[in-house]
Every structure is written in structure tokens, then in C-alpha cells.
């Protein structure tokens, strides 16, 4: 088999071949996202003429229409309460039950796991109805509330599945060592379970995260109030008021999708796969 040398270290032709798929599948992951920051920065009257390529003169106008002259921040800060509010209660909540389902002895806990693992598969649009007949009753409609408690009934059932599963593979001689110094069940969740779970919990807030900031159904039918409409909400309306400005739309989807890759940059080296050599030491 052929090896290439590069910088005095052999490369094989298979590597290279990876390597080249891994660019390219990369590459046209990463098209969708650059069209939609180049196209941001082109006048309206140069993206009629060039739909494709590169700008030939940044244009920074639009970026300042979307902040200044639309309701861009009040939304965007919309889903800011409503994601950081229903990853907060869940995860707290599955931390709770995860550990009582992995660690404490209870009659029918593993029928509650079944339970809680089989509510992944119901889709959300079929508890739309009952849900806001009960919200109308309970004057929970267009409420932070209710549509934090609705998106944290949502994500917890993974939560709790991928924390039990983690919770598991956590060394049996950590609890009985913390058991014989006197520590309980709450302790050892809060001193012991939490710290060594850090990389799991953080892949939990991304997703959590990143589902309830691009959920569009629950915050239509449950935030009717204009002035609690989230930014899925909003660039629905914004696109549809500029429908014939697609640099301005686009900057808008900019903004509408920086909070969320920054999230992901900040955790992306914090794997679970990587806690369990951290936990033994």
C-alpha cells in the first residue's frame, strides 16, 4: 500500500480519502449558513444581480434594521426566558428522577423508566388539544408560566433517559464510600452525581436548548400576546412582511441563529464519552 509523506509524518491513501469525505460533507453542511451570512451582507438591488457569489461591498444597513426599526430584541429576549426557564426546571427535575431511577431501590422503578422512556415517541402535536382546553381553563394562555412548563414536559423525558443511562456507568465504589462518611441520597446528588456529570448535563442544555429556541408550534397556539411572541414567532412575521427583501430576512436569521452556535461552540469539547476517565481519577 502506497504511503504519502506530509510534514515527515506517512499518511495512508484511506486516511486520506476520510479526510477528503469528512471536508467535503463538511462543506456542504456549512453552504446553507454561508449563503444565508453573504447574502446578509448584500444591497437588495446587487442580490437581484449576484444571488450566489460573494458581495462586492459589505453592506451593514440591514443588520441595523433588524435591531433598530423591527421587535427583533423583544423577541429574541422572548426566547430567552422561555428556553433558559424550561432547560432550568427540567434539568433539575431530571436530575431528581434520574438518580432515584438509577441509584434508589423502589418498587416499580423500572416500570416508571418504561413510562417515562416511552413518552419520547408521542409526537407533541396530539396533546396540542387537551393541553390548550386545560391552559383556557387555567387562564394560562400567553403566559412565561405555561409555556415554560409545557416545553419542560417536553424535553424531560430524554433528559431522564440519557441521565439514568449515565447515572449508571458511575462507579459503585462513589456511593458506598460516600454512604459510610454519612452522606444521603440529596448529598451525594449534589457533591458527587452533579460534578462528575457536568460534560452530560451541558450536552443536555445544548439540545434541550436548541429545541425549545426553534420550536414554533407550542409558542403560536400558547403565546398568543404579541408582546410575548418568541423569535420563531417573529421571523415567521418578519419574513412574510419582507418577503421581497431576502438580504434584510437573512440578516434577521443571522441574528436568529447566533445564540444558539455560540452555545454550541462554548460546550462542543464537553463530551460524555470523556467523564468517565475524569470520575476515576
Known sequence: MAVKRQHGVR????????????????????????????TSLKSQQEYIFNKVGFPQELVLDHFRSVLFESDFVAWMANSVILAAGAVALSTVVSCLGAYAIARMQFRGRGLLFSISTSLMAIPPVVMIVPLFV???????????EGAILI???LITPFSVYLLT?????LPRELFEAARIDGAGDLLILIKIVIPLSLPALLTLVVVNALYVWND???????LQ??????????????????????????????FASAPMIILYLAFQKHYIQGLMAGSVK
Do not use: C, E, W
Open 11 to 38: 499518511v495512508k491513501p484511506d486516511q486520506v480519502l476520510k479526510h477528503g469525505i469528512l471536508i467535503v460533507a463538511t462543506l456542504i453542511a456549512l453552504t446553507p449558513t454561508l449563503f444565508m451570512i453573504l
Open 225 to 254: 400576546d404579541d408582546a410575548k411572541r418568541t423569535l420563531m414567532a417573529g421571523i415567521s412575521v418578519f419574513q412574510g412582511r419582507y418577503n421581497d427583501q431576502i438580504p434584510l430576512t437573512m440578516a434577521g436569521m443571522v
Open 165 to 169: 443511562s449515565f447515572f449508571r456507568t
Open 151 to 153: 416545553y419542560a414536559g
Open 134 to 144: 386545560l391552559y383556557t381553563q387555567l387562564s394560562l394562555i400567553s403566559t412565561y
Open 216 to 222: 414554533l408550534l407550542i409558542a403560536i397556539i400558547f
